[in-house]
C-alpha cells in the first residue's frame, strides 16, 4: 500500500456525542430491562477484549480445527456474560446512569475544541 494515500487530505468530521442519541424507545424500559441492556453492552464489549487477548497469545504448535475454535469463541463469550452480570469492568454502570437520566443535558452545546 502506498503510503501517500494513507495521508489525510480533506477535513475530518468530528465525533459525534452520545447526547444526540435518541433515547425515546428506552422510555418505557423498566428499570431492570435498562439495567440488563447495559450489561449486555459490556459483555459484548468483554467478549470482542477476550477475542483480542485471545489472538495476542499465538500458536502453541498445534493445529487447530474449525470445531476447536468455535468452543474457544463459545466460552469467550459466555465467560464475557458471566464477568459483567457480576459486576464486570464498571462500564455498565455509566451506561446504566446515561440511559436513566432523561434530564441530560445537550453536551454538543459548548464542544470542547472551542474551549482550547
Known sequence: MDSAKLILT???SPPDPLGQLDTSSLNGASEKEKEKIAKDFESVLLNKLLGEMQNSIGEWGFE???SIKQVEGIFCMFLARDVASNGGIGLW???YSFLTNTNQANTSA???DTEI
Do not use: T
Open 10 to 12: 480533506e477535513s475530518v
Open 64 to 66: 487447530k480445527s474449525s
Open 93 to 95: 454502570k455509566d451506561i
Open 110 to 112: 459548548n464542544p470542547l
